[in-house]
Nanobody, 123 residues
Framework: QVQLVESGGGLVQAGGSLRLSCAASGSTFSIKATGWYRQAPGKQRELVAVISSGGSTNYVDSVKGRFTISRDNANNTVYLQMNSLKSEDTAVYYC?????????????????WGPGTQVTVSS
């Protein structure tokens, strides 16, 4: 199993910055990719950024050039640096670990989620 804990959320003014952290514990060797998702009130959860175990990254268009996802393998932590924040970035941000599990009879994929951290951007 993998446990995820997000931190770093808070209240910030538009144009400001925050850095979110996602600390993983447990069977971290099984993690293929880690993603940051967000869910605003009344909206569906959406992918914000993802980083693979090999280090490749991908971003939703609305955050390109403003957000950066990175990882610290030694500490099993993935970060989301958020700059030039806008009011529309307000949401609960979740960390998701996509894992490859050895079931003995074969391998399968499984996703673990953290509890989320609130980001509020005031205009």
């Amino acid at each position: 199993q993998v446990q995820l804990v997000e931190s770093g959320g808070g209240l910030v003014q538009a144009g400001g910055s925050l850095r979110l952290s996602c600390a993983a514990s447990g069977s971290t060797f099984s993690i293929k990719a880690t993603g940051w998702y967000r869910q605003a009130p009344g909206k569906q959860r959406e992918l914000v950024a993802v980083i693979s175990s090999g280090g490749s990254t991908n971003y939703v268009d609305s955050v390109k050039g403003r957000f950066t996802i990175s990882r610290d393998n030694a500490n099993n932590t993935v970060y989301l640096q958020m700059n030039s924040l806008k009011s529309e970035d307000t949401a609960v941000y979740y960390c998701r670990a996509n894992c490859l599990i050895d079931g003995g009879w074969g391998t399968y994929e499984y996703d673990y989620w953290g509890p989320g951290t609130q980001v509020t951007v005031s205009s």
